[in-house]
């Protein structure tokens, strides 16, 4: 989300949502970023099977850019307008334990193992906004990079959140990925298998998709991939009944 307006505009439904009783918890990666100061300091950004490739030096950039930086962009922007922002990590108050992704050669990246929501439902009980940032470290303190949407639908989960809510840089799941007429409005887990076994979600949509199946099935009642890019996006899929973007739910029912 690099339009600055656009992002200031995020801040300011999540402040919204959050003074109107709804408990938001925001997470968030950082890849156009990390990729930046890569290459500042030298160090080639590299990808496998899209994911990316991270080394000691790379792990030491990650954390940097997206405890550092990032997270606190955010909770300074949710602050100035006008909400009670935390930033937080994996790390903190053992929050999430990570392990391997499992694959070789790409260093130290890794998926959720656990989620700890004790500090997270304190905070969101006395009315803050936790932000947490996509790094955690295993049981022997070494850190890891993890995938944002992942952890989300972790800890959405763990919460048992009523709603998990992506935004990314497409309308959601489209039959004809070049063509934003063709958005498909709503699935259940068993129509959004079959979508990623036809290869109508394909590429960087498929682990979203599937970072939401795996959260409905824990639990959370409603998962929805939006278009990040439309203002006031957050505000039109809560508080309309025709929503935007794709809805992905456990069973089949209308919105």
Same mark, same amino acid.
């Given at each position: 989300? #690099?339009?600055?307006?656009?992002?200031?505009?995020?801040?300011?439904?999540?402040?919204?949502?959050?003074?109107?009783?709804?408990?938001?918890?925001?997470?968030?990666?950082?890849?156009?970023?990390?990729?930046?100061?890569? +290459?500042?300091?030298?160090?080639?950004?590299?990808?496998?099977? @899209?994911?990316?490739?991270?080394?000691?030096?790379?792990?030491?950039?990650?954390?940097?850019?997206?405890?550092?930086?990032?997270?606190?962009?955010?909770?300074?922007?949710?602050?100035?307008? @006008?909400?009670?922002?935390?930033?937080?990590?994996?790390?903190?108050?053992?929050? +999430? #334990?990570?392990?391997?992704?499992?694959?070789?050669?790409?260093?130290?990246?890794?998926?959720?193992?656990?989620?700890? $929501?004790?500090?997270?439902?304190?905070?969101?009980?006395?009315?803050? /906004?936790?932000?947490?940032?996509?790094?955690? $470290?295993?049981?022997?303190?070494?850190?890891?990079?993890?995938?944002?949407?992942?952890?989300?639908?972790?800890?959405?989960?763990?919460?048992?959140?009523?709603?998990? /809510?992506?935004?990314?840089?497409?309308?959601?799941?489209?039959?004809?990925?070049?063509?934003?007429?063709?958005? +498909?409005?709503?699935?259940?887990?068993?129509?959004?298998?079959?979508?990623?076994?036809?290869?109508?979600?394909?590429?960087?949509?498929?682990?979203?998709?599937?970072?939401?199946?795996?959260?409905?099935?824990?639990?959370?009642?409603?998962?929805?991939?939006?278009?990040?890019?439309?203002?006031?996006?957050?505000?039109?899929?809560?508080?309309?009944?025709?929503?935007?973007?794709?809805?992905?739910?456990?069973?089949?029912?209308?919105?």
């Amino acid at each position: 989300m #690099k339009d600055s307006s656009l992002k200031d505009k995020v801040m300011q439904d999540i402040v919204l949502l959050s003074f109107v009783g709804i408990r938001v918890v925001v997470v968030h990666g950082g890849g156009p970023e990390i990729n930046s100061w890569l +290459i500042k300091l030298g160090i080639e950004p590299q990808f496998k099977n @899209g994911l990316r490739v991270t080394d000691a030096a790379t792990m030491d950039v990650v954390e940097m850019v997206l405890v550092g930086r990032v997270n606190k962009e955010i909770v300074s922007l949710i602050n100035q307008a @006008g909400g009670e922002a935390v930033g937080l990590c994996g790390k903190d108050a053992n929050l +999430i #334990k990570a392990r391997p992704e499992g694959q070789a050669d790409i260093g130290f990246v890794g998926e959720v193992s656990s989620v700890n $929501t004790k500090l997270l439902e304190s905070l969101v009980s006395s009315g803050y /906004i936790p932000v947490v940032s996509s790094v955690a $470290t295993d049981e022997d303190g070494q850190a890891y990079n993890m995938n944002a949407d992942t952890v989300a639908g972790e800890i959405a989960a763990a919460l048992g959140a009523e709603k998990l /809510i992506l935004l990314t840089d497409t309308a959601g799941i489209l039959e004809d990925y070049h063509n934003p007429d063709t958005l +498909i409005a709503q699935v259940n887990i068993q129509e959004a298998r079959q979508l990623i076994d036809q290869g109508i979600v394909s590429g960087g949509m498929i682990p979203k998709v599937n970072c939401c199946v795996r959260s409905l099935a824990q639990g959370v009642r409603a998962a929805h991939i939006l278009d990040g890019r439309v203002p006031h996006a957050l505000l039109q899929e809560v508080f309309t009944d025709s929503g935007i973007g794709t809805m992905i739910v456990a069973s089949e029912f209308m919105r």
